[in-house]
């Protein structure tokens, strides 16, 4: 896992193959080898800041070690390289941003700090607005969904599950039937529904 990169192309093919090797086999080894690109060959690329989130993330995952959320939470205030090239969808202002802001959404709950969850919430708030994808409008609702539900299980405001139930609504409204989206969607509207003993059901699309 620790062979040269030639640069360039290569590099970035390299990256997409650690990451797959990773998610398919949970072997850290190509995380390690994932970092050594982005911090390597490919440092200067418009994704790399947006790679080294996510490989944070992961290792969080995978480990639930704080330290990886805590870089993650520190790296989301260092500024995206400029530039005009293409990045993908993932790595959109709106869809970054909702990163970041699960990030806060995780700590906040692990260590029960509503500052957290505040954050979160208000970053999901101006992701939504600024997402021009359905898509990532839908997955910024999720999680915005999931803030309120958490405030409301520390505080007990009805307010805010029902806030909760009317994103989840929202969220599927937008999200297309064979979105992979859509199965969690729904079960996790059903759960805040069921786990508070509401009846009322989800406002599916026709």
């Excluded at 994704?47 to 995952?61: I, P, Q, V």
């Excluded at 790296?75 to 790595?91: F, S, T």
């Excluded at 539900?149 to 039937?177: C, F, N, P, V, W």
Aim: charged share 30%; proline share 4%; with cysteine.
């Amino acid at each position: 896992m620790t062979r040269s990169c030639s640069g360039g192309r290569d590099c970035t093919e390299d990256l997409r193959t650690a990451e797959r090797a990773f998610l398919d086999t949970g072997d850290e080894r190509h995380l390690d080898r994932a970092e050594d690109l982005v911090q390597g060959c490919l440092r200067e690329a418009p994704f790399a800041h947006g790679t080294r989130l996510w490989l944070s993330l992961l290792r969080y995952d995978r480990a639930g070690d704080d330290r990886h959320l805590d870089i993650a939470v520190r790296g989301a205030g260092e500024a995206v390289p400029a530039g005009n090239q293409e990045i993908p969808l993932w790595l959109t202002p709106a869809w970054r941003a909702i990163d970041i802001a699960c990030t806060y959404l995780e700590r906040g709950r692990l260590h029960n700090a509503d500052d957290d969850l505040l954050t979160a919430r208000g970053i999901l708030h101006g992701a939504i607005r600024a997402a021009r994808q359905p898509a990532i409008r839908a997955l910024g609702l999720r999680h915005l969904a999931a803030c309120e539900q958490e405030l409301y299980l520390r505080h007990g405001s009805r307010r805010l599950l029902d806030q909760a139930i009317r994103r989840y609504e929202r969220a599927l409204a937008i999200t297309g039937k064979n979105s992979v989206l859509r199965p969690m969607l729904l079960t996790e509207l059903a759960g805040v529904s069921n786990d508070h003993g509401l009846l009322r059901p989800a406002r599916l699309p026709a």
